[in-house]
């Protein structure tokens, strides 16, 4: 049966506005669905920017005495924690938090974990073997990175993070006593700043992680980072 043109233009018409109400049903359900993944991000304390931040270029050195540019945060998913070998809490809860947060990863995704990275604040006693030291007793994969203080307070400055000079007057620093750690009186601390900085595999800061940090928490936020 041949049509109208009149019954063709309102076929047309009907599908014109089918399309557009399905455009409009899709776009609701990914606006609802951006906004339950930033609802469930906020409840483990993740937070991803709305464009990357770019990282200076840095040249810094790992813990094998090997240099650590920009280039070695490329092509991997990295998590970088500013921190310090003599941090008598917050560091090591953190860091055994991580470890455990990478056998995690590797039973639920079967994927390679993301690169983790510490950077030292207090680089006159975190040398190369300190660090590697240091790292031994949590695991031997991830990077230590010290340097330069400029240099590695400039990258601070690139991934948002704050650390001062050290004391041991048992002031207990903003960074620690977040936490709800106790410091005794002749602790060596250093004020810094605890989240975790997320960059993305072109090396950019793509997202960060407040504390307190739980392995179970950080594979939730980075399977949702990652996709």
Known sequence: MQLSSSTKLGLIAFLAVDV?????????????SDRS???????????????PFEISGFDLTDQ????????????NWNLLFFGFTSCPD??????????????????????????II??????????P??????????????FGLTGEPNDLMALAENLFVAYGEPTTE??????????????NPDDFVIDHSSHISVIDPNGDLFAVIRPPHRARDLVDAMKIISE
């Open 37 to 51: 993944t930033e609802a469930e991000l906020r409840e483990i304390g993740a937070t991803i920017f709305p464009q």
């Open 118 to 127: 510490l950077a030292t604040v207090d680089p006159t006693t975190d040398t």
């Open 90 to 115: 917050i560091c090591p809860i953190t860091m055994a938090e991580l470890d455990r947060f990478t056998n995690l990863w590797r039973e639920e995704t079967r994927k390679p974990p993301p690169q």
């Open 129 to 142: 073997d300190q660090l590697k030291d240091y790292l031994a007793k949590f695991n031997s994969e991830f």
């Open 20 to 32: 557009a109400l399905a455009v409009i049903f899709v776009s609701l359900y990914l606006l609802r």
């Open 64 to 75: 094998n005495g090997d240099e650590f540019s920009g280039a070695d945060l490329s092509e």
């Open 170 to 183: 048992g002031v207990q620093p903003s960074g620690h006593n977040n936490h709800e750690s106790r410091i």
